[in-house]
């Protein structure tokens, strides 16, 4: 699971306000470099003072330019240059801009600087007055002024290795152009050294690859930003544009943001098919298309990031990820307000095209139109041991779910605690639609929807198998406690523990609507009530060959205890048109019109079924095990001597009330085979009478 999880979401808010927290990562020691860390901790103020190194400057003056704060014009102090090579300028506050060599008869040398008073600035220029690289002991080039930056973007520095040595303040350095470029990209090692980078401001509506660095194919470590905005044309983010390499260990501050009005744009980066590590993102990100909160789109990996900045775009919008081709998404962690005004709108993932998200977990609430999810919005990828927290509410149209809006392949071991609302088609607790196979999923959120609602999957043609719901639900038609409907799928052992309600149409405890599928070894305990056919098990089925390995049309070793209400209710199965197998029903029964234990309304077979003793069917018209018109009822047991209460006008084959002389036997081919396993068997034990105590049979998945 998140490593991050442990922390709690106090300790996580304040790691991201404060950035000093965070270790330097394989930071190998630079010698005599000034401690960085205390340019933020409110010493006494020093003046601005520069220590110049390289070239002969008597004769020359040195003027500084500074800023008193953001809005203040520029101000300017000058002094003549000091023998011992230092010069302070009596300047407290503010930031100081740039300094500017002069001296009669040659040209002005200027070099930005962006530091705050208080602390040396050291500088190396050569006999051309040109800005030469200071050392460190590991021959590391030291980066303490907005001219060493700049200095990076030369072709010839490009493959450097760098350590920042101080706060840098980009304060009235307009015009910012990114390091590296589309055609030549960094590729050298860049260690911001936790030191600060403070409002890198960058606006060019018709530029790509925007960012402090605009294109890596090495490694960018322990950045810093503050107060930074970039907006830009494709592929925008606050460190870098494009990545081809690693971004480890890089953080923004919420006063950042990030945007464009077109495709991927991020809060750590704008499009990556390299690696992503460690970071953290506070900025708002938007954008139209593939916008993330740490990559706009991405097919790398992204591992151990943590966004808590709000994400808003239309379409394909994570926070984490935008869009994910085959993209592994690992140990991620959003805590920010996802909104997607259209299609594919996640909490962790917008669209994952392959790959794999695991062990993800969104505590952020998630907004979109269709195909809306607290993990991911539209999934193709494999999803397992991923959360949406409480809290993290996912509201949406259709195909809204609280783990994958609409998935197409794997979800496993993935769990929603947060409320799930959908207007529209197909709300899940865990999808609202799927096709591919969800397994050991559980939801423990509310869920509310209109058409195709359950607890676990809305709409399901694939394969659902041992999940549970403990939510409540609520809606329209086609409701179940685990799939609204089964289309030409499968679920298989599964619960529900949740209570059931529909406005209208079909309800069930397990399956509202099983088309041509299978529902096997399945329980309900919840409460399921309805407005027209309502069963404990399965609202309605619709056609199937009855056989156990056939995937079409059968409720087959599924049991309910609890109560059912509606106007044609039963115990099993509201309306039945397939098989009914191997299943038993001991909850009550409150039907307005027809009421059966086991189903009201079958034309099709129900077979080795029993209805518990003490259950109680009430309605209208009620029968113990079922009544039907042209279906076939076989080898069923109930509890009354009466043979009118379990048939109508249909086909019966040895249905006996328990006694010490009426019990089933081991016998497979009708359907009371008894075994350990369920190798096509159906009981685990047939009990027995057991002089007037009966011990009732049990299923084979019973305890």
Known sequence: MNKYLGLGLAAIAVALASCTDLPIHDAVDPGPVPDPSTESKGEEPKGMAFVIAGADLSMHTLTCQWLADAESQPQTKTMAWKQNGRVVFDIATGVVKSLTISKTGTDDVTFPIGRAPGYDVALEIDSDFALAWRLTADHRRLVGTAAELIKMRGATELAG??????????????????????????????????????????????????????????????????????????????????????????????????HNDNDNVGGICGCSDGSI???????????????????????????????????EALMFVGGIVGWSSNCSILDCFNMGPVCGSEYMVGGICGKSSGGVLDGCTNNGRVEGAIEVGGVVGYNAATVVQCSNENGSEVTGRDDVGGICG?????????????????????????????????????????VTGVYFTAGVCGRNEGIVSECHNFGQIAGGEVTGGICGETFYGAISGCTNNGGISASSAVVGGICACNTEGNIDSCSNTGNVTGYDMAGGVCGIQQTGSGDRSSDNGATTCCSNSGRIVGHVAGGICGTNFGQI?????????????????????????????????????????????????????????????STAQYIYDGTT?????????????????NGWGATSSNDNYYWKSLGGWNGGSP?????????
């Open 161 to 258: 290795n760098y350590i920042q040595e101080a706060d840098i303040n980009l304060a009235g350095q307009t015009g910012w152009l990114p390091i590296g470029d589309g055609n030549t990209a960094f590729s050298g090692i860049y260690d911001g050294g936790l030191c600060k980078i403070r409002n890198l401001d960058i606006s060019s509506k018709t530029s790509d690859n925007l960012g402090l660095f605009g294109c890596n194919s090495g490694t960018l470590k322990n950045i810093v930003l503050e107060s930074a905005f970039v907006d830009g044309h494709d592929c925008v983010g606050c460190i870098c544009g494009y990545n081809d390499g690693l971004i480890q260990y890089c953080t923004t501050d919420s006063s950042s943001g990030v």
């Open 277 to 311: 590590s460690g970071c953290q993102n506070a900025a708002m990100v938007s954008g139209a298309y593939k916008v993330g909160g740490i990559c706009g789109a991405g097919s790398g990996v992204v591992n151990d990031c943590i966004n808590s900045g709000r994400v």
């Open 406 to 446: 609409k998935s197409l392949n794997d979800v496993t071991r993935c769990v929603n605690y947060a409320s799930i609302t959908g207007n529209g088609n197909r709300v899940g607790g865990v999808c609202g639609s799927q096709s591919g196979n969800t397994t050991t999923c559980t939801n423990r959120g509310q």
């Open 581 to 641: 197998l191997a299943c038993y029903n001991q909850g009550d029964v409150a039907a307005v019109e027809v009421g059966a234990g086991i189903c009201p309304d079958n034309s099709g077979t129900v077979q080795a079924c029993y209805c518990y003793p003490g259950f109680n069917v009430s309605g209208q018209i009620t029968y113990d095990i079922c009544r039907g018109f042209y279906g076939d009822v076989r080898y069923c047991y109930y509890n009354s001597s």
């Open 653 to 669: 084959y040895n249905c006996q009330y328990f006694s010490a002389d009426n019990w089933p036997s081991d016998d497979n081919v």
């Open 695 to 703: 011990v009732y049979p049990k299923l084979w998945w019973e305890e």
